[in-house]
């Protein structure tokens, strides 16, 4: 009987001093930076076909990022997108020195279906 007591006592007083002792662990008011994002748009392109923009807000973990319709990029316009495709979807990075901007909580997404890549040229 008193051993019991001896490894329950311990057992409490253990989960008492990790849990007030480990103070550095991930809180789920950390937020991805928008900006992270925009820093991968590399590839200079001129739009040859119009494409849907989204604006995004970031959250926890890249599946909370909530998009919201932002417009169309229109042909001929020219912009910085990203080199690779989001894992949440088919679509790219972009932003541009005017209307497509990065915060810490915000950028830009255009998303084209089936992930083709016929909606944009490359300029060197």
């Given at each position: 009987?008193?051993?019991?007591?001896?490894?329950?006592?311990?057992s409490?007083?253990?989960?008492?001093?990790?849990?007030?002792?480990?103070?550095?662990?991930?809180?789920?008011?950390?937020?991805?930076?928008?900006?992270?994002?925009?820093?991968?748009?590399?590839?200079?392109?001129?739009?040859?076909?119009?494409?849907?923009?989204?604006?995004?807000?970031?959250?926890?973990?890249?599946?909370?990022?909530?998009?919201?319709?932002?417009g169309?990029?229109?042909?001929?316009?020219?912009?910085?997108?990203?080199?690779?495709?989001?894992?949440?979807?088919?679509?790219?990075?972009?932003?541009?020195?005017?209307?497509?901007?990065?915060?810490?909580?915000?950028?830009?997404?255009?998303?084209?279906?089936?992930?083709?890549?016929?909606?944009?040229?490359?300029i060197?």
């Amino acid at each position: 009987m008193n051993k019991k007591l001896l490894k329950l006592f311990s057992s409490c007083v253990f989960l008492l001093v990790l849990l007030t002792f480990n103070r550095n662990s991930v809180s789920a008011s950390h937020y991805l930076n928008g900006n992270n994002y925009t820093d991968a748009c590399t590839r200079f392109v001129k739009v040859i076909k119009p494409i849907n923009v989204y604006k995004v807000t970031t959250g926890t973990c890249e599946a909370n990022n909530r998009f919201k319709k932002y417009g169309r990029i229109k042909r001929g316009a020219k912009i910085w997108i990203s080199r690779y495709l989001m894992s949440t979807g088919g679509g790219w990075v972009v932003i541009n020195d005017n209307k497509y901007y990065s915060t810490k909580r915000t950028f830009f997404f255009a998303a084209n279906g089936h992930a083709r890549a016929n909606w944009y040229k490359r300029i060197n």
